[in-house]
């Protein structure tokens, strides 16, 4: 009988032990707390235009820019003494922002000559700062290339057209 009487009463005490545990509400405390809601609606975020184009990419052969050259003849053949003269210059003042083959502080000199006149080269060369203020695509490029604008080397016609001619052996 002792035996009934013990399982009696663990069968009792585990039933107040599960009466005890269980059917408590956790009470909030003051405090900081943060709820998350999931959003109801979505933004439709609509990716970049990636059709655009950039400045130093886009080819624009009719603009002759805005600056003294308004016509240039190039001969067939390159004179390879005046493109030798340009690399001379193009070195001298033109390295510390452009380097060949390659995106620098602005843009590669290397196939310029397949997306721009030589007019508008010349008056880049030439006139920048006039350029940027009123030619679309020398606006285009300054924003391209974070607002550095071209400096003005003050160089002559002849220094710009020797540049131009050295331009036509980059490919």
């Not at 016509?71 to 003269?85: F, G, R, V």
């Not at 380097?99 to 196939?111: D, S, T, Y």
């Amino acid at each position: 009988m002792k035996t009934g009487k013990l399982s009696n009463g663990f069968v009792l005490l585990f039933v107040l032990i599960l009466l005890g545990c269980g059917g408590k509400e956790e009470k909030k405390q003051d405090g900081f707390s943060i709820e998350r809601k999931k959003a109801t609606t979505e933004k439709q975020v609509e990716p970049p235009a990636t059709n655009q184009v950039k400045a130093s990419e886009r080819i624009d052969l009719t603009s002759k820019g805005v600056g003294p050259i308004d016509s240039i003849t190039l001969d067939a053949e390159i004179d390879q003494a005046m493109a030798a003269q340009g690399e001379e210059v193009f070195n001298q003042m033109c390295m510390a922002c452009h380097r060949v083959g390659k995106k620098f502080i602005g843009p590669a000199p290397n196939g310029i000559l397949e997306k721009r006149t030589p007019e508008w080269v010349m008056n880049m060369i030439l006139n920048p700062e006039v350029m940027v203020k009123e030619d679309p695509l020398a606006k285009d490029l300054l924003v391209e290339f974070n607002g550095s604008p071209m400096a003005n080397q003050s160089l002559s016609e002849e220094q710009a057209r020797a540049i131009l001619e050295y331009f036509r052996t980059l490919k």
